[in-house]
């Protein structure tokens, strides 16, 4: 029984040790990264709010890194919670198999793009499939379906050549406790891992990230490659706000330039992004967290943290605005409406939410004309466990159209939770503005909008755009006889 109990606290101890030790992943050259302790303690603050207003009581791990890049400077301030935490990256991953299948090209003679029509699915649609490719070719390996363990002469030297990419990130100092060797599943080798990559899940197991040497990764990429292979990267990477394939998007200011690579499988939803705002300011912020829990919507959950970020570290944008229900003026609604202040959803923003059943009209005031990204939050106050469905229709008046509210953005309250929806992009005059809400078929609630102001039209002229897009050479040449034919 002693025994068990001291194996027992020497555990509890080296997850203490994992959990706290300092962020390192900092010798990328030509970099400097400045641990700064202030800003560790503002993202621990924000994490810690993030989570105890989540819904699931299930979600309970979050851990984050930031980069904050010092104007004009090579110089980049630090702060992380939980960052040297390694957790399941999903296809995360994927950002590192990248890298690796660019030098593999390189160390075999040809362009970094050698392996494009593998690893531009794998990047920009994630394809596991093609993440099978890539992993194949860049390590020189394919299963063997019938090695089933570590003693089969045929495991050592397989094993091996499976370690390149970890090779690749010890060889730049960004590897420390990760683990970067499997594939995703279902992939070209099977719908699940079986032969070698099974035993491969066992020494010692699955892919592991953390967020602060990934958050160094995605800097050593955007900051030091040469600029074909940044401008690669970049036309794979790119994301808008709205896409399918980020977490952080919908909680960024409209104007915002995104390269990120997002991951989500079981429970966990993580992202590793570069962000350019729209005030200039270029940030890394790397996340990884258990807060898949109720389904789809929550593959977005992560956008109101990164949002929160911003705002304590005053990177928020001064054109974006927020109005709740607390400001009484900022609605004017039919009929059956109701305020609610007590109970409210833990993830309410304010501290009220209006229900109703016919319309509302929502008339904040702007002091400034211009293209607005226009987002409603939606917080959980319907159980989507219900039979219920209860959907909104959101219709903009904009400078040139008054909607009579027939036609709009409809969507459901019940499955889209947790999240900024955005209605649309529109030229709105400053002063009062005129949203129209009409509840379909039940009740309908409202929390907050959002707007948020693009920037004005920019042109950069050091933009180099010959190798942002790619055309494989077996393309070119079918291209080249279509011309010959006709």
Not at 125 to 148: F, W
Not at 455 to 465: G, K, R, V
Request: hydrophobic content about 35%.
């Amino acid at each position: 029984m002693n025994i068990l109990c001291c194996i027992t606290v020497v555990f509890f101890l080296l997850i203490v040790n994992v959990n706290c030790e300092e962020c390192g992943c900092n010798k990328i050259p030509s970099i400097e990264i400045i641990n700064d302790e202030q800003l560790a303690n503002e993202i621990k603050q924000v994490r810690d709010d993030f989570l105890a207003k989540q819904p699931s009581i299930n979600f309970t791990r979050l851990s984050a890194t930031i980069l904050i890049r010092e104007k004009n400077t090579q110089t980049w301030k630090r702060g992380s919670v939980d960052g040297t935490l390694i957790a399941y990256p999903a296809s995360t991953v994927k950002l590192m198999y990248m890298y690796a299948a660019m030098e593999w090209c390189k160390n075999q003679g040809y362009s970094i793009d050698c392996l494009d029509r593998y690893v531009r699915p794998m990047i920009v649609v994630s394809s596991n499939l093609d993440t099978g490719y890539v992993v194949d070719a860049i390590t020189n390996t394919t299963n063997i379906d019938d090695l089933t363990s570590s003693n089969d002469t045929r495991w050592s030297n397989w094993f091996y050549q499976r370690l390149s990419t970890e090779r690749l990130m010890k060889d730049l100092n960004l590897y420390e406790n990760q683990v970067i060797r499997s594939k995703t599943y279902p992939t070209n080798s099977g719908q699940t891992p079986g032969g070698s990559e099974s035993v491969l899940l066992a020494v010692p197991g699955r892919n592991l990230l953390q967020s602060c040497c990934t958050a160094s990764f995605m800097l050593y990429l955007m900051q030091t490659r040469p600029n074909n292979e940044l401008q690669y990267m970049k036309s794979m990477l790119y994301r808008t706000l709205e896409s399918d394939h980020t977490t952080f998007g919908n909680g960024l200011p409209a104007g915002t330039i995104l390269y990120s690579k997002v991951g989500n499988a079981y429970d966990t939803v993580e992202e590793i992004a570069y962000i350019i705002l729209p005030n200039g300011k270029e940030i890394i912020l790397s996340a990884f967290s258990n807060g898949y829990q109720r389904g789809a919507s929550d593959f977005y959950i992560l956008g109101r943290f990164t949002e929160m970020v911003l705002e304590k570290v005053s990177l928020n944008a001064p054109s974006t605005k927020i109005f709740t229900t607390d400001d009484d003026d900022i609605y004017t609604c039919k009929n059956h409406v109701i305020k609610h202040t007590t109970p409210l959803p833990k993830d309410n923003i304010g501290l009220s939410l209006i229900t109703f059943n016919s319309s509302c009209y929502i008339h904040p005031i702007l002091s400034e004309r211009g293209v607005y990204t226009v987002s409603i939050w939606n917080p959980s106050f319907f159980d989507a466990s219900t039979n219920s469905t209860s959907k909104l229709n959101v219709a903009v008046t904009d400078a040139y159209n008054k909607t009579d509210g027939d036609e709009g953005y409809i969507y459901n309250q019940q499955t889209s939770v947790s999240r900024w929806i955005s209605v649309g992009d529109f030229v709105l005059n400053s002063g009062r503005q005129e949203i129209y809400l009409k509840a379909l078929d039940q009740t309908s609630v409202f929390n907050a909008i959002r707007f948020s102001m693009h920037p004005p039209l920019t042109i950069d002229p050091n933009t180099y755009s010959k190798s942002s897009i790619f055309i494989p050479c077996y393309s070119f040449i079918y291209f080249i006889l279509l011309f010959i034919i006709f």
